[in-house]
């Protein structure tokens, strides 16, 4: 069935919503603090949507958030709401494909190689500890306290976690809030950062510009269903140039973030101009 939920009914969960609020810094900046209690300090603002692929013969990746900090630290934040039971290898791919991208040809020092936090957040337990959080880190079989200490880290959030004493109570207020971003369960939240954070979603539901970019993204998914992937991978890539475009990016900056040449990004800039005329 192609039913819509309406803008207001979206929770953090959902990929539109998530994707909207992480335009906004504060929203990343509060949900990483949260998560990993620290005082994250953004280099540049996020990316959202952000593609990378090794090659153009190689499988692209599309990251919900991308983001790092003063300390360059890279963060990687994924709302996943459905179990597809392939989220330990998907974070796998991610995580090569984001390091495959650290270092300029011919770097020899491999220590110059970012840290790399990769956080999926869903409403279920990947693993059936009932834990609100699993965190992993290469170590030794052979000596389980010896942590190869590479500098990649992956992160598993579970919305229905059982064991609050593992994790802050404002980690528990942020998850219930992810999956239901209501006002009635912010109510119910004594963090006053996601009392703040919600302040921010109410503005995106009540802006009628974001509904109709909503309006927009659901019939662009409706036309990937009937017009087959190839087709639909054009309809999305004209639709983050134009989103970009709205930020005031340039063509060459649009390029490098997409990974595309300049000239294919300003053709399809001219096709969308002309479609406005």
Same mark, same amino acid.
Request: aromatic letters at 6%; charged letters at 35%.
């Given at each position: 069935?192609? *039913?819509?939920? =309406?803008?207001?009914?979206?929770?953090?969960?959902?990929?539109?919503?998530?994707?909207?609020?992480?335009?906004?810094?504060?929203?990343?900046?509060?949900?990483?603090?949260?998560?990993? $209690?620290?005082? @994250?300090?953004? #280099?540049?603002?996020?990316?959202?949507?952000?593609?990378?692929?090794?090659?153009?013969?190689?499988?692209?990746? #599309?990251?919900?958030?991308?983001?790092?900090?003063?300390?360059?630290?890279?963060?990687?934040?994924?709302?996943?709401?459905?179990?597809?039971?392939?989220?330990? !290898? #998907? $974070?796998?791919?991610?995580?090569?494909? &984001?390091?495959?991208?650290?270092?300029?040809?011919?770097?020899?020092?491999?220590?110059?190689?970012?840290?790399?936090?990769?956080?999926? &957040?869903?409403?279920?337990?990947?693993?059936?500890?009932?834990?609100?959080?699993?965190?992993?880190?290469? @170590?030794?079989?052979?000596?389980?306290?010896?942590?190869?200490?590479?500098?990649?880290?992956?992160?598993?959030?579970?919305?229905?976690?059982?064991?609050?004493?593992?994790? =802050?109570?404002?980690?528990?207020?942020?998850?219930?809030?992810?999956?239901?971003?209501?006002? #009635?369960?912010?109510?119910?939240?004594? $963090?006053?950062?996601?009392?703040?954070?919600?302040?921010?979603?109410?503005?995106? !539901?009540? $802006?009628? !510009?974001?509904?109709?970019?909503?309006?927009?993204?659901?019939?662009?998914?409706?036309?990937? %269903? *009937?017009?087959?992937?190839?087709?639909?991978?054009?309809?999305?890539?004209?639709?983050? &140039? =134009?989103?970009?475009?709205?930020? %005031?990016?340039?063509?060459?900056?649009?390029?490098?973030?997409?990974?595309?040449?300049?000239?294919?990004?300003?053709?399809?800039?001219?096709?969308?101009?002309? %479609?406005?005329?």
């Amino acid at each position: 069935m192609n *039913q819509r939920k =309406s803008l207001k009914e979206l929770n953090l969960l959902d990929r539109f919503l998530f994707d909207e609020a992480m335009e906004d810094p504060e929203n990343v900046k509060t949900i990483l603090d949260i998560i990993l $209690s620290q005082n @994250t300090i953004l #280099r540049h603002p996020p990316q959202t949507e952000k593609e990378q692929r090794t090659s153009t013969e190689n499988r692209q990746i #599309r990251l919900d958030v991308y983001a790092m900090d003063e300390d360059d630290v890279i963060y990687e934040i994924e709302a996943q709401k459905e179990n597809t039971h392939n989220l330990p !290898k #998907r $974070s796998r791919l991610y995580q090569g494909i &984001i390091d495959s991208k650290l270092l300029p040809p011919g770097t020899i020092d491999f220590n110059l190689l970012n840290e790399v936090l990769i956080i999926m &957040i869903t409403p279920f337990d990947l693993f059936g500890y009932d834990l609100y959080r699993y965190t992993f880190q290469m @170590t030794c079989e052979e000596v389980p306290e010896l942590k190869l200490d590479d500098g990649a880290t992956r992160i598993f959030l579970n919305t229905h976690g059982k064991h609050p004493e593992f994790v =802050s109570p404002e980690l528990i207020e942020l998850l219930k809030y992810m999956e239901h971003s209501t006002e #009635r369960i912010v109510k119910t939240c004594e $963090s006053e950062r996601i009392q703040a954070m919600h302040k921010r979603i109410c503005q995106i !539901k009540a $802006s009628e !510009k974001t509904e109709v970019k909503y309006m927009q993204a659901w019939e662009e998914r409706l036309m990937v %269903k *009937q017009e087959g992937i190839e087709e639909g991978e054009k309809i999305i890539l004209r639709s983050q &140039i =134009s989103k970009k475009l709205d930020k %005031k990016y340039s063509a060459e900056q649009i390029a490098e973030m997409l990974e595309l040449d300049v000239a294919d990004v300003e053709k399809i800039i001219k096709e969308l101009q002309d %479609k406005k005329e």
